[in-house]
């Protein structure tokens, strides 16, 4: 592996010919970096992308003030894989994390420790769900796995283990402004990651923000009532469906003693269990509080529930799921605007690129959906804003195909300093600079974890901004083809339509010249099944 140390580059102008990209204008020397990351966060869920749902002004100043990517999209859609791209700037199949159960191997080089090793201070708060430590930051308060919402735990670099009372997004922002006011160091660029937990499930907004979206009602997505048909066996398979598969108790807060007393059965063998260690997890002031707008929806359902219709109860659950998750949101919101000010009013606007995205998107009951891991689009895209005055252009908008495999090598050359050659993605600067030619024009998506919650099949595919080839392999062997433009909603495989025969088969090629590319292989996936039933035999 190649690492290039900016001790290396002799003089400024000597660094910018061997550190930047040939395409890339002159950059401002050594930036700060703030990295925020939500877990789960909906591109659907941002109001810079779409208003019909919920408002997040702060999130937004991003777009306005900068770059929003309106077609950014992940490798592997869900948590700990994408964490693991994004700090290695590898595929799944190469940095080894390819599901939430496998430990991320700390031996390999993230972009961070490089970051450090060239004189950037850097900090960690919030989630990382890796199951061990990050490696290369000066500090961390990281969430032991999932974390929780109310009361969280934290595992520090400095403290051990510590507890903290309170809301988790506030704590974390509280965490990350400390760190700000306190212990970076005036003399030396910083990279800091803001990542939070919300909205992750169990979606448990704070006080102030429950008390206002238990009001609300939410539009209904177009395709809440799917019924898959058009589709393969993997979409009418899966295990996340609000009618369902979501918990009574756990997701939709009707408490296990009003289950039992409606003879509501769980969901899942954990869906009374999600609840008292949720909600069971607040003090009894937090409680009351909860209790006092939470309660009367409770009655209300109690009263309800015998004469509801299975329609009748999608509905309710939609309302209910969008409530507490879009509730979780705006305390997300509130932080970036905190986290935002700071920098504004601390001079350190101009020289900080900023960056908002989620480790992957989420569905908010598309297709009767909630969860990600398929590669239909509302779990695949994730979103993307970034501002850098000075360089991004403010209110400006990319449409071209970027991954969350291309952070390490953008931060890198942000950074000025040569990227390892064996990461896999691209970097943005050009695109952020205004550049739109020889940008990739398909992406590679891998998706591994099955069996497992929510039994979403293994799958591979390439897309293009036009189609989307994917192949279901494992228990099945299924292809299925989306044609983007004329079917938004991916509602139709059209694989065995004779019109898309050349389509297929070109996209075939592709796909498998594609893998040759990015170094994945019928080896490696036997492999990875092979590993993935040995562990959950274990
Ligand atoms: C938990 C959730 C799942 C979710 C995974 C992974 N169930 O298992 O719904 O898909 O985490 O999420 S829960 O009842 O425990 O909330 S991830 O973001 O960490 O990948
Ligand atoms: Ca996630």
Redesign the pocket.
């Known amino acids: 592996m190649r690492v290039q140390f900016i001790p290396l580059c002799i003089s400024f102008l000597a660094m910018w010919s061997s550190c930047q990209s040939p395409k890339t204008k002159d950059l401002p020397s050594k930036p700060n970096i703030v990295f925020i990351m939500s877990?789960?966060h909906a591109y659907q869920a941002i109001s810079a992308y779409d208003q019909g749902l919920t408002s997040t002004p702060n999130i937004d100043r991003i777009a306005q003030e900068g770059m929003l990517f309106s077609n950014a999209c992940v490798t592997n859609s869900?948590?700990?894989p994408s964490r693991a791209v994004i700090l290695t700037g590898k595929h799944s199949h190469l940095n080894g994390k390819i599901d939430?159960h496998f430990p991320f191997d700390t031996n390999q080089i993230t972009f961070p420790q490089i970051l450090n090793d060239n004189g950037y201070q850097t900090a960690m708060f919030g989630k990382l769900?890796f199951g061990n430590n990050p490696k290369g930051f000066d500090q961390f308060k990281i969430l032991p796995g999932?974390g929780h919402y109310y009361n969280p735990d934290f595992i520090t670099k400095h403290e051990g283990k510590i507890n903290v009372e309170g809301y988790v997004t506030d704590i974390i922002t509280d965490m990350t402004l400390d760190w700000l006011k306190e212990e970076r160091e005036e003399d030396k660029p910083f990279m800091l990651m803001y990542l939070h937990k919300a909205p992750?499930?169990?979606w448990l907004p704070a006080e102030r923000h429950y008390k206002e979206f238990m009001q609300k009602t939410f539009a209904e997505p177009e395709t809440l009532f799917d019924d898959y048909e058009n589709r393969g066996t993997a979409a009418k398979t899966a295990e996340m469906n609000l009618l369902t598969h979501m918990?009574w108790a756990?997701?939709s807060k009707i408490p296990p003693e009003v289950m039992d007393a409606l003879a509501i059965k769980e969901n899942?063998n954990?869906d009374k269990n999600?609840y008292t260690h949720t909600v069971g997890r607040q003090t009894d002031a937090q409680r009351e509080a909860w209790d006092k707008i939470y309660d009367p929806m409770i009655e209300e359902f109690k009263k309800n529930y015998p004469n509801m219709s299975d329609k009748e109860l999608m509905q309710w659950r939609y309302q209910r799921y969008m409530q507490d998750y879009l509730g979780s949101i705006a305390a997300i919101d509130d932080g970036v605007g905190r986290v935002m000010d700071y920098l504004d009013e601390n001079g350190l606007a101009e020289n900080t690129i900023v960056v908002y995205t989620s480790?992957?998107g989420f569905y908010l009951g598309e297709h009767g959906w909630?969860?990600?891991?398929f590669i239909y689009n509302e779990s695949f895209k994730t979103p993307l804003m970034m501002r850098w005055p000075g360089v991004i252009a403010a209110g400006t908008k990319n449409s071209q195909m970027v991954q969350n495999l291309d952070f390490a090598q953008t931060l890198l050359e942000v950074a000025g300093i040569d990227a390892p050659t064996d990461m896999q993605g691209e970097s943005l600067v050009p695109l952020m600079q205004g550049q739109t030619e020889d940008f990739r024009d398909a992406v590679y998506y891998h998706y591994y974890e099955y069996p497992s919650?929510?039994m979403v099949k293994r799958h591979y595919a390439i897309v293009t901004e036009e189609y989307k080839l994917v192949h279901f392999y494992y228990d099945v062997d299924e292809w299925e083809l989306y044609d983007r433009k004329n079917d938004k909603h991916e509602m139709n495989n059209v694989i065995a339509d004779p019109a898309y025969a050349e389509t297929v088969s070109r996209l075939k090629k592709e796909l498998d010249a594609m893998r040759i590319k990015y170094k994945d292989s019928p080896e490696l996936d036997k492999k990875y099944v092979d590993l993935y039933l040995e562990k959950i035999k274990r």
Do not use: L, P
């Open positions: 877990d789960d869900i948590c700990a939430n769900h999932q992750h499930r169990e918990n756990g997701d899942s954990w999600a480790d992957q909630f969860d990600k891991r919650v929510h």
